[in-house]
């Protein structure tokens, strides 16, 4: 039999010889290792997700026939209150497309819209990622802007095969430029400020930043503003909800700018599906292949 000390010394050995591979291991084998990792994980996270979708079926099913027949009108009034509101978007956006035509301004982006199930959450990283049920197999591409309708939900982080992973607008790595409502600045131009996600603290909603708002920004009276996306840079496109901008500005130490905090639009804390935007054209913050 071998003394401890023996084991003891082969077993930090062998950690030893484990750490070295790892940092000297090619970047092409890291990566090689965590894409078999997340392939290797994602049958069970779609079995989950899928089992969670019967449940709630289920229940639906289990559901009294008066019960039934309010949600379906409920269903048919919302229905028809976004049809006509998408009426509405198709007339603006042929206005649009009409005037940049006679100007000669650069077309925005366009997209197409993926619908995809949360398959899966964190609960280390609850306020930072989730997983969805959509990959490269249905065309997501790392970068593509996330939502929720007309909410910012964040963007995609990470692509799969048959999975994605999503960074949220609250965490850390999260940026994105954006107007903040009332700010009303001479010749109708906008200050364009910066939105970045931000560590919650325990126990606490999740925030963000919103940072080099103008030092003579001063939020509209009795609501709150809305914090929207530029459409600049061809992340996201231009007026979409990101937030909304906390009371209380705190000052810069130089006194140019001031920072303040927003409260997602969107709410993470329930979502179970989600939308991706995805690029019919290439982007210039896509990766180059």
Not at 46 to 74: C, I, Q
Request: glycine share 10%; proline share 8%.
């Amino acid at each position: 039999m071998s003394a401890p000390g023996s084991q003891l010394r082969g077993s930090i050995t062998a950690l030893a010889l484990l750490l070295v591979a790892w940092v000297f291991l090619p970047a092409a084998g890291r990566l090689f290792t965590r894409e078999t990792f997340a392939e290797l994980q994602a049958p069970s996270l779609s079995l989950l997700s899928r089992t969670r979708d019967l449940v709630l079926t289920a229940e639906m099913k289990a559901s009294g026939a008066a019960e039934l027949a309010a949600a379906g009108r409920d269903l048919a009034r919302a229905n028809a209150a976004l049809e006509l509101r998408v009426a509405e978007l198709e007339s603006a956006a042929s206005e649009n497309r009409r005037l940049r035509s006679m100007l000669a301004a650069p077309a925005f982006p366009e997209f197409r819209t993926l619908v995809a199930r949360v398959a899966a959450r964190e609960s280390g990283a609850w306020w930072s990622s989730l997983t969805i049920r959509r990959g490269r197999i249905d065309g997501v591409r790392k970068g593509c802007p996330v939502v929720f309708g007309d909410r910012v939900v964040g963007r995609v982080s990470a692509v799969h095969v048959n999975t994605s992973e999503v960074e949220l607008v609250t965490s850390p790595g999260f940026r994105c430029s954006a107007f903040i409502e009332g700010d009303d600045a001479p010749e109708g131009r906008r200050s364009m400020v910066f939105v970045e996600g931000q560590s919650p603290q325990p126990f606490a909603s999740p925030r963000g930043r919103v940072t080099y708002l103008p030092y003579t920004y001063s939020p509209p009276a009795g609501q709150p503003a809305k914090v929207v996306t530029t459409g600049l840079g061809g992340l996201y496109p231009a007026g979409l909800r990101i937030g909304t901008l906390s009371p209380g500005l705190e000052d810069t130490p130089g006194g140019a700018y001031r920072n303040g905090v927003f409260t997602p639009a969107a709410d993470l804390l329930s979502l179970r599906e989600v939308g991706v935007l995805i690029p019919t054209q290439p982007q210039p913050y896509e990766e180059l292949r």
